[in-house]
């Protein structure tokens, strides 16, 4: 079954600086999806980015971009220089066989900007 | 613009009395999901669907229904709410044209619900 781990419950970081979080999975799948999601206090889930087992190259959106190290099978999210909107918690997921394909979200990680 | 949406996004209500709860999404997609959000336990889905009139079971489908009628709309009913349905709920959507595995999924706004 695939599974999806975060490891920092909560991080800071400068505004304007760039903030790394981390994501390991785990998968027998050869085809897979990774993503990112971020939900800001007032409760909404905003898709971030994607990132595809196949892909040859690291997905990016604007400031976000995803370091993707398939045999290391980790995802991580790097935001580049952080926004005060930036606050939020961030979750790393990816789609299950079963169910139709829900998502397996990691625990998430809070992420302060500080100004 | 293409979006989920979901009403209400808030609702105060009582134990017994049935409510539902709307999605809709606008982009022609053939999946669609329920989940709710729970302090420490995390997404948890609850059902969902892979086409009209296709719908099946998540985790934690008890004491939830689902109906998909047609292509854009997928209501959660809570026939008899108590207050363990006290929860944060989200509607997801997604296509189902690639490998299953590589399509993301876009949610609604959430719709908080507490059950008094």
């Known amino acids: 079954a695939q599974k999806i781990t975060q490891t920092q419950p909560g991080m800071f970081v400068q505004e304007k600086e760039a903030v790394t979080l981390d994501c390991t999975y785990d998968?027998?799948?050869?085809?897979?999806?990774l993503f990112w999601y971020k939900q800001p206090s007032s409760g909404e889930m905003i898709f971030l980015i994607y990132?595809?087992?196949?892909?040859?190259q690291n997905a990016t959106e604007g400031r976000y971009s995803l370091n993707f190290q398939k045999a290391r099978k980790s995802a991580n999210l790097v935001i580049s220089a952080s926004q005060l909107g930036d606050s939020a918690m961030y979750f790393c997921?990816?789609?299950?066989?079963?169910?139709?394909?829900?998502?397996?979200f990691g625990q998430g990680t809070e992420l302060s900007v500080k100004p | 613009e293409a979006q989920v949406t979901q009403n209400p996004r808030y609702l105060i209500t009582v134990t017994g009395k049935k409510l539902t709860v709307t999605c809709s999404q606008n982009?022609?997609?053939?999946?669609m999901s329920w989940y709710r959000q729970d302090p420490g336990l995390g997404l948890r889905q609850i059902y969902y669907?892979?086409?009209?009139?296709?719908?099946d079971k998540g985790d934690v489908p008890e004491g939830y229904k689902v109906s998909r009628k047609e292509k854009r709309n997928f209501p959660l009913i809570l026939e008899s709410p108590s207050p363990n349905q006290t929860s944060l709920y989200f509607c997801?959507?997604?296509?189902?044209?690639?490998?299953?595995?590589?399509?993301?999924?876009?949610f609604g706004p959430g719709t908080r619900l507490t059950v008094l």
């Open positions: 990132q595809g087992s196949y892909d040859e």
């Open positions: 998968t027998s799948d050869q085809s897979y999806g």
């Open positions: 669907s892979m086409n009209v009139e296709v719908t």
């Open positions: 997801a959507s997604s296509l189902q044209i690639r490998h299953p595995l590589l399509n993301e999924q876009f």
């Open positions: 997921a990816m789609r299950d066989h079963n169910q139709g394909g829900k998502l397996i």
């Open positions: 982009m022609n997609h053939e999946y």
